[in-house]
């Protein structure tokens, strides 16, 4: 390629820092920023995202700009608790999200995960659980969870870096996918793809031993692709996650296990909460629907907003 000469090229937008955009383009790196119209419409949160597929304005043979994103075929977002009314997209372009929970070190949270299951569902993506560092804890306590949630079609795993267990399942269902990895700061997100990915340049860090919470490893949202086939989106840790255009009338569609029974609810747009003739809270009192799930329900319900037309 001549000195001053421009080709452009479709890339795959790896990582983004405040100006600055690392774009895969036939195998290289390269790093690029926006201008016009793209640029126009920058913010704090940038238009251009980690997964985005984009045309790139190839100069000379180590810089490009970013010309175009082309269409998304999915997104993973979330609002801020300062922007409520404002979308934060984490990452775009997503066959399915690990959700990565440790049973110790932080504690397993069931409302967390729940969270995120309905963030899944809203955003039609296909959600595995993944419940890490089970060598701090017994197995037994949680079958139930894995049980339950395997039940309901969340593909359910236990992994241990320590022992090596569940290793060779999770590449099996991160191969041939782009995969966000999403859960609190600690849980063991970036200790996972370092042990079937020793060659990626991911941080590791202990959680703190004073708190046992996690302490922000991971601080930008980037995307790794891996040797057996796929990309794995690392996202940092999240404490608390805001739910975008979610609301309160709409949360009992994402708790996939009340549509069974929604229909026989006394009525028809019931909620599942005071309303008499209630199939779905019966279910609970049968223990058809996990009691703590539906108690998860009840606390993201009181959380969310009424819709704005409402």
Not at 103 to 110: E, L, N, W, Y
Not at 111 to 127: C, P, S, T
Not at 206 to 224: I, N, P
Not at 238 to 253: A, M, S, T
Request: positive net charge; contains cysteine.
């Amino acid at each position: 390629m001549a000195k001053n000469e421009t080709v452009i090229k479709i890339g795959k937008v790896l990582k983004v820092t405040r100006k600055t955009y690392d774009v895969a383009v036939d195998g290289r790196v390269i790093p690029c920023v926006i201008r016009g119209r793209l640029a126009a419409d920058d913010s704090e949160y940038s238009v251009v995202r980690v997964g985005d597929d984009v045309k790139v304005e190839l100069i000379g043979e180590k810089e490009g700009v970013i010309q175009e994103i082309l269409p998304r075929r999915s997104r993973l977002s979330r609002t801020i608790e300062s922007r409520a009314y404002q979308e934060h997209i984490i990452a775009t372009n997503i066959d399915q999200i690990l959700i990565i929970m440790s049973a110790r070190q932080p504690a397993f949270k069931s409302g967390l995960l729940d969270r995120y299951l309905v963030i899944a569902e809203k955003n039609q993506l296909k959600a595995l659980i993944c419940i890490n560092k089970i060598d701090l804890a017994s197995r037994e306590e949680f079958q139930p969870y894995y049980d339950y949630y395997n039940r309901l079609g969340y593909p359910t795993f236990f992994t241990s870096v320590v022992k090596g267990e569940g290793l060779e399942h999770l590449k099996e269902v991160l191969r041939d996918n782009v995969t966000a990895l999403v859960g609190h700061s600690g849980v063991g997100k970036s200790s996972l793809i370092k042990a079937i990915e020793p060659g990626l340049d991911i941080k590791v860090q202990a959680v703190s031993r004073k708190t046992w919470k996690g302490q922000h490893t991971t601080t930008v949202v980037q995307l790794f692709p891996l040797s057996f086939g796929g990309f794995v989106i690392d996202t940092p840790g999240i404490r608390e996650l805001g739910f975008w255009d979610i609301y309160k009338k709409d949360l009992k569609h994402y708790f996939i296990e009340f549509r069974q029974y929604a229909d026989q609810c006394q009525f028809a747009d019931c909620l599942h909460i005071h309303e008499p003739g209630c199939a779905v809270k019966a279910a609970v009192e049968k223990g058809e629907i996990f009691r703590e799930r539906y108690d998860n329900y009840l606390n993201i319900y009181t959380s969310l907003k009424s819709a704005p037309y409402e």
